[in-house]
């Protein structure tokens, strides 16, 4: 069964997130993954942070695309049970590959915690896009998760010559744990303490609080913010203007009803 695909942007995002069913929006997943790989090839990469929507992401990429490659970034100060989990789950699949930047930041994110995560997350995320030559880099980023990821759209160009591909966009954070049940997919033991979303050690705290990202850069200016990596630019620019790049210009239902081709896209 096909699922159509309506436009999701602007104020039509919320009432798709609403008013798609679970089935809906994984099938919607799935045919948008479809795409990207059908025009980008293996250029088209999955960044996986081992959180559990970009699980549900990796999931649903290798059920699209068997031989999807991925890249996770981690850093020093990841919690134990994070790095095993992660070894564990490279172990288990060498498309996935590790980046980790060598620099030493001390105690940085007690004092710039911007600076540290620029240093730890978000140049490592450009290495990978430059090393793994992307294209098109897909996330698991939701827009019901926090304040900060309420205007991205499935399909965004915030970077000259790169697509960002965010096929889960429209899931409710129930029908992430849903998916995850359902499809038994292995999760960081870390959630079964109370964690709703998980990063370094010393910026990640359990809060009740009902924003899942509350619990990120608690008592900091970034307090439930971004590392970085969906707001800067990920590629080295030459004589780009970037104001002049439209992130709302490509939609989904015209790129699955393939009025919009590679070509298109990239110089879009």
Known sequence: MSVSIEKADGENLK???DSLNFYEKVERAKELLAWSFEKFGDKSVVANSIGKDSLVVWDLAKKVNPNVRGFIVTTVYKPPETIKFMNDLV?????????????????LY???PDQCCQIL?????????????????ITGLRCTEGRTRTDFKEIEQRDHGLIKLNPILLFKEREIWQYLALYQVKINPLY????????????TVITTDENERAGRWLNTSKCGGECGIHTQPLKAYTDVDLNKIDPTAIHPEEV??????????TDR
Do not use: F, H, Q
């Open 256 to 265: 699955l009803a393939g009025e919009i081709s590679k070509t298109d896209v």
């Open 121 to 137: 997350k978000v140049e490592p995320v450009r290495e990978a896009v430059k090393d793994m030559d992307v294209e098109c880099w």
């Open 91 to 107: 172990a288990e699949d060498k498309n996935l590959k590790v980046y980790k930047s060598d620099k030493d930041v001390g105690e």
């Open 110 to 112: 007690k004092t710039d």
């Open 192 to 203: 079964g303490l109370g964690y709703r979303s998980l990063g370094c050690a010393p910026c």
């Open 15 to 17: 009432e798709l997130v």
